[in-house]
């Protein structure tokens, strides 16, 4: 059974703090994405990866950073939290080879910057 | 650049009866075409796709999607809810070119009651 899991369901830090969440996949998928998710707003793309140690910005990738280091692990990095940044955090991943980019999601991570 | 509507922000319905969730999207290029749902405190997880061929798409949980090429829609029907289908719903499609990323739409929240 595929499975994308996060290390966190529910995180409540600080402003100013930084933040890291952890993504890993064990379908040995080649793209990985950070959305967040905010009622009313859908998914927003923060960053994807199409390979280890590649990065591409997304739609609001302001306030955030991204690291691949392996390819099964994604993290999404706030280097000084703020509250507009209280969100919910998903991450997914993909296959170059399926030609179809059908994504497959993990849980999520609820993040509240207090 | 890709997007995607979805015209209803939340539907309320009765159990057993039928639902329809509308989706319009704007390319008028060859697309992949998705529909994901979102139970409470979860994950997205994959209900249908539409890569090509027959414009009825049959996915899990008794859901089915009508391709309309020239109506660029794709909208997701039930002949007969139940309370467990409860969630929020998302219509996604490939980028321009069938890229990796995925334009998701801001989310239909159904409700089923009793």
């Known amino acids: 059974d595929v499975k994308v899991t996060q290390s966190s369901r529910y995180l409540v830090k600080r402003t100013g703090e930084k933040v890291f969440l952890e993504c890993v996949q064990d379908?040995?998928?080649?793209?990985m994405f950070w959305y967040r998710q905010d009622p009313g707003l859908g998914l927003r793309l923060i960053y994807f990866?199409?390979?280890?140690?590649?990065?591409e910005k997304g739609d609001i990738p302001e306030g955030y950073s991204v690291s691949r280091e392996k390819k099964e692990r994604f993290s999404l990095i706030l280097e000084s939290a703020s509250t507009n940044q209280t969100s919910m955090y998903l991450c997914a991943s993909s296959s170059l080879g399926s030609g179809v980019y059908e994504q497959y999601f993990g849980p999520g991570t609820r993040l509240t910057v207090t | 650049a890709q997007s995607v509507t979805q015209l209803d922000s939340q539907v309320p319905v009765f159990e057993e009866a039928p639902v329809e969730l509308r989706c319009n999207y704007s390319s008028s290029v060859s697309v992949y075409l998705f529909w994901y749902v979102q139970y409470p405190n979860q994950g997205l997880q994959l209900l249908l796709k539409?890569?090509?061929?027959?414009?009825l798409v049959k996915g899990i949980n008794g859901f089915e999607a009508e391709f309309n090429k020239s109506q660029t829609s794709f909208h997701l029907r039930k002949p007969s809810v139940h309370i467990s289908d409860t969630a929020e719903y998302f219509c996604a499609v490939s980028g321009d070119g069938g890229s990796e990323k995925l334009v998701f739409g801001k989310g239909t929240k159904l409700t089923v009651n009793p």
């Open positions: 379908m040995d998928h080649e793209n």
């Open positions: 990866s199409y390979d280890v140690k590649m990065k």
């Open positions: 539409y890569l090509s061929g027959s414009t």
